[in-house]
């Protein structure tokens, strides 16, 4: 053969243009394409354009003029092949384009197939976009028109499956199934497109029936994927075939066998793709070179040339040696050429078709074991193939003699071990069987009552296992609900828990408040006495407590609580010292001891000399939860300010923001923080103004976006805090239940957080602080 240099990565396809395979095309990793003279074995032009690898090329089919190149970069380029230039780009797959192929007889249609898992139809002559075939659930790797018309269009793909397409109606046809991997090529067989093949990954090539819709047969020799399958010219009867292996080999498609392997030990690099020149005019192709009188020339007794793309960056040309048509072409031709045994009898068990030569063959078998021609498994290996493709390939046999004779030579194969004793069994009973060896056709529909017969296995099996698994997911389901039913009442049970709790908390609550009205009064009382009589703050406290109180809650008039809910009909009287009103006065106090002291002032109208007692009252309250945090702290006042009779003026001052030299930055700050959010309302809706949130929104998400948010707005900084801090941070405005699950902080959760944190009258990065150690108050 020959082989073409020039590429500067691997070679992934090949292409002769007609009509007698002068030119040759082949695409490369190396982003181009090259036309080769196949004639003088030279290189003529490179086409550069492409923006990836080119992964495809094809010949219109009239004089080879137009050369379709399809690539990686998600483009087909069409190219002069006269005048070396760019004629048009075609651009619509949303994936790298891995075939293209020219309708017959004069390239009207190109057929492109993608990465996209779409085969789309363009219109040559008028440069546009025709239709898209949709139907492929993978990569779609090759597309073939039918001869000699063109009408039908197949493509094949990495579903395992190869598709029937109608051109003129854009019909899907039918879908051969069949490979166990990927299909990576296919092609119709001439000169009537009545027959298809394609190579798949699973190292198998299928021949399909086009008419009938069936599988003709499998052909397995490869030890890799097959990448590449083409017809050989004119009548299709040989099939070539390139594998990741690196072999490339020649099939008789009549026997399903292969006659053969071009290159053997030549290269290991695996074999993209293969074409078979076109034969021109004169019944040869041009592709087979100059004529010469040398010897040795492999071309000068070649009619067909087949060329080869590789992954070692070359195309090569091989000569397809003359395939004999019978038993004793083959034993002339080895005889002339010097045959090895070991080739002889390779050539020969395809081509047995009658007893004489089943016999022939066996003693050939036989004497070149003997003579270390050929291994004992070698020879096993080839009678025991010959024997059992009998059935199929021995001639017309209408008085049987051929099944006796065939019984005979199984038992001699079986005495010389060649078949153990299942296999000659087998044989023996298919030899015996009515019409075995009678009719073609008999052999064919046994065939096809087997494969069916093993479908209805296949498709018992299956229906057994899709009840068992039905079963499976019916018992899983019972458990399912079950769990759900246990589920939904164990819900029930925690929401009733839930209720009690709620009851209990509410009427805690509401003595808790009791005690903090109480103890704002006497907090009043023993502040003002701390100033001493003569101070003139008695009074004032008395009377600021009794205008902040008359101000706040209106003790006198009934409908004001009514009023407060908007329930205009609970204005009856029976209801005046119901537990509506109580709840309504203690609700409206407990807002008071949470508002900052500058809006209390604002809101009630206090006047300034008052300003300083209503200090004292709001300071005690807000002091003093309960009674046992109310004991303890003068204690805790006394023991800082080193006084004893002025200790409710130290705290006084400490906690509610008054003038008082010795307030420490913190202090400043939680005070600049309180003055810029008064309610809790203001400070959300600032936050969710920075998140660029509307308003009125309910609830954000707690994220890193929030919490970025919440520095800005406090002065605060978790990198300085700690992981330790947000965690409590994140941990109290989470919630129970849903919030907590979805992570959300909602205008309840923050309005608590919020108050909290008010209370304390701390900055807020003490009282984030407080939070790692402690429950917030």
């Not at 546009?128 to 493509?155: E, M, Q």
């Amino acid at each position: 053969g020959h082989v073409f240099h020039g590429h500067a990565a691997e070679v992934g396809a090949v292409a002769f243009a007609p009509p007698d395979g002068a030119l040759l095309a082949s695409g490369s990793v190396d982003k181009t394409a090259r036309l080769w003279d196949a004639r003088t074995r030279r290189h003529v032009h490179t086409f550069r354009g492409h923006e990836s690898f080119v992964q495809a090329v094809a010949f219109a089919p009239t004089d080879g003029a137009l050369l379709a190149t399809g690539s990686d970069d998600k483009t087909i380029k069409l190219w002069n092949t006269a005048t070396r230039r760019l004629v048009l780009t075609f651009e619509g797959h949303a994936g790298s384009v891995f075939g293209v192929a020219f309708s017959p007889p004069d390239g009207t249609w190109l057929a492109s197939g993608s990465e996209d898992k779409t085969v789309q139809l363009w219109n040559v002559p008028a440069r546009s976009f025709h239709h898209t075939f949709t139907g492929h659930s993978a990569w779609v790797r090759a597309v073939a028109f039918a001869p000699p018309n063109g009408a039908l269009l197949v493509s094949c793909a990495e579903d395992k499956t190869v598709k029937l397409w109608h051109v003129e109606s854009k019909n899907y046809l039918h879908t051969f199934e069949g490979h166990s991997m990927g299909v990576r090529s296919v092609a119709f067989s001439p000169p009537d497109g009545a027959f298809v093949a394609s190579g798949s990954d699973d190292a198998t090539i299928k021949l399909w029936d086009v008419k009938e819709r069936s599988l003709v047969g499998t052909l397995a020799s490869h030890a890799g994927g097959v990448r590449s399958v083409a017809f050989a010219p004119p009548d299709g009867r040989f099939l070539a075939s390139g594998a990741k292996d690196g072999a490339i080999k020649l099939w008789d498609v009549r026997t399903l066998t292969v006659v053969h392997c071009f290159g053997e030990g030549a290269s290991s690099a695996r074999v993209w793709a293969v074409a078979f020149a076109p034969l021109g005019a004169g019944g040869s192709s041009l592709a087979r070179g100059p004529k010469t009188t040398e010897k040795g020339d492999p071309f000068a007794d070649s009619e067909l040339v087949l060329a080869s793309a590789a992954g070692d960056k070359t195309v090569a040309l091989w000569p397809v040696p003359q395939q004999a048509s019978t038993f004793f072409d083959v034993l002339v031709i080895a005889n002339r050429e010097r045959w090895s045994s070991e080739k002889l009898l390779e050539s020969l068990a395809c081509k047995v078709t009658d007893v004489a030569e089943l016999k022939l063959f066996y003693t050939g078998c036989a004497a070149a074991c003997r003579r270390e021609d050929i291994t004992v498994d070698d020879r096993n290996r080839l009678v025991r193939g010959v024997l059992d493709s009998a059935p199929r390939s021995f001639r017309f046999d209408k008085e049987a003699r051929v099944a006796a004779a065939l019984k005979l030579v199984i038992e001699k194969a079986r005495r010389d071990g060649i078949l153990d004793q299942p296999e000659a069994v087998r044989l023996d009973r298919l030899a015996e069987r009515d019409d075995t060896l009678s009719d073609e056709r008999f052999v064919d529909l046994a065939e096809r009552v087997t494969r069916l017969e093993s479908n209805i296995e296949k498709l018992a099996s299956y229906t057994v296992g899709l009840a068992d698994y039905a079963r499976h997911v019916a018992t899983r389901l019972n458990d399912r609900l079950a769990s759900v039913e246990d589920r939904a009442k164990a819900a029930m049970e925690y929401a009733q828990r839930v209720d009690d709790e709620l009851l209990r908390f509410k009427q805690q609550y509401r003595k808790h408040l009791k005690r903090k009205a109480a103890l704002g009064v006497m907090s009043a009382v023993v502040g003002a006495l701390s100033f001493g009589v003569g101070s003139g703050l008695v009074s004032a406290a008395g009377d600021v407590f009794t205008s902040v109180f008359d101000r706040v809650i209106d003790f006198s008039d009934t409908a004001h609580f009514f009023d407060a809910v908007g329930d205009a009909a609970a204005a009856d009287a029976s209801v005046a010292s119901s537990d509506l009103a109580l709840l309504i006065a203690e609700e409206k106090l407990g807002d008071w001891c949470d508002t900052p002291l500058e809006t209390v002032v604002a809101e009630h109208r206090i006047e300034v000399s008052q300003l300083q007692a209503a200090a004292m009252i709001q300071t005690m309250l807000i002091f003093n939860d309960d009674l046992a945090t109310f004991a303890e702290a003068p204690k805790r006042s006394s023991s800082s300010s080193g006084g004893g009779g002025a200790v409710g003026v130290v705290a006084v001052g400490g906690v509610t923001g008054l003038d008082d030299d010795d307030d420490d930055d913190d202090n400043k700050t939680a005070s600049s923080a309180r003055r810029r959010f008064a309610t809790a309302d203001a400070a959300f809706s600032e936050i969710k103004k920075k998140l660029g949130v509307p308003p009125s929104t309910k609830s954000v998400p707690f994220d890193d976006d929030f919490v970025v948010a919440f520095e800005v707005c406090f002065d605060v900084d978790f990198d300085d805090l700690g992981d330790e801090s947000r965690v409590a941070f994140q941990s109290r405005l989470g919630g129970r239940g849903k919030s907590a699950a979805k992570g959300v902080v909602t205008a309840v959760m923050w309005e608590k957080f919020f108050k909290r944190w008010h209370k304390s009258d701390l900055s807020m990065e003490d009282y984030l602080k407080t939070l790692v150690s402690a429950s917030p108050p």
